[in-house]
């Protein structure tokens, strides 16, 4: 799919859950142009490390998230496999920059470096962000974002113990393995 088309997809997509603060949302994604942000360092050749990655990946991520819900029954709603599957990642939106050479070239073995001024944990610091410019998440929601890295956040060890996390545990496996599969094969 075109950028283009992908961009207008997208922010429909969002606008179309019709959620209490999301147009908000939308605002700040455009003003920041989310559109343009890679979803990774290129470290790992792929992951959506180039100019649209971000964009691109969390597409990439809700499509293979609702595809689990349907294959595995989970029973989640369109809006929050929307609003968890394409937001999950906007932590990212405002922390990268291209990596310069002494020489001034952009690297091509790492493209990007990741810098912040927010240094919370990955999946706090997107529910933090889209609660802050207004979104109205309910908890499963919250903890899905949360929890969306698994065993790649060093918080995940204390993962089983809380029972109300406990209750999402397949629903967050869903959404790590898309967000995975999506990084490793789409993006």
Not at 160 to 187: F, H, I, M, P, R
Request: glycine content about 8%; charged content about 30%; some cysteine.
């Amino acid at each position: 799919m075109a950028k283009e088309n992908l961009e207008t997809k997208f922010y429909q997509l969002l606008k179309d859950t019709d959620r209490e603060g999301m147009d908000s949302v939308i605002g700040w994604l455009k003003a920041e142009g989310f559109e343009k942000y890679p979803a990774s360092t290129g470290r790992q050749k792929r992951h959506g490390a180039y100019e649209g990655g971000l964009l691109q990946h969390s597409y990439n991520t809700y499509t293979l998230f609702k595809e689990k819900n349907e294959k595995y029954e989970l029973g989640l709603e369109e809006d929050t496999l929307r609003i968890v599957g394409m937001l999950h990642d906007v932590c990212k939106v405002g922390s990268y920059t291209e990596k310069k050479l002494k020489n001034g070239e952009q690297s091509e073995k790492q493209p990007f470096k990741y810098e912040t001024d927010l240094p919370l944990g990955h999946g706090e610091k997107s529910v933090y962000l889209l609660m802050k410019h207004g979104l109205k998440l309910n908890d499963k929601e919250a903890m899905l974002i949360r929890w969306h890295m698994g065993p790649y956040d060093s918080a995940w060890l204390d993962f089983g113990a809380s029972d109300k996390v406990k209750s999402v545990a397949k629903e967050v496996t869903a959404l790590q393995t898309a967000d995975q599969e999506a990084a490793a094969y789409l993006d």
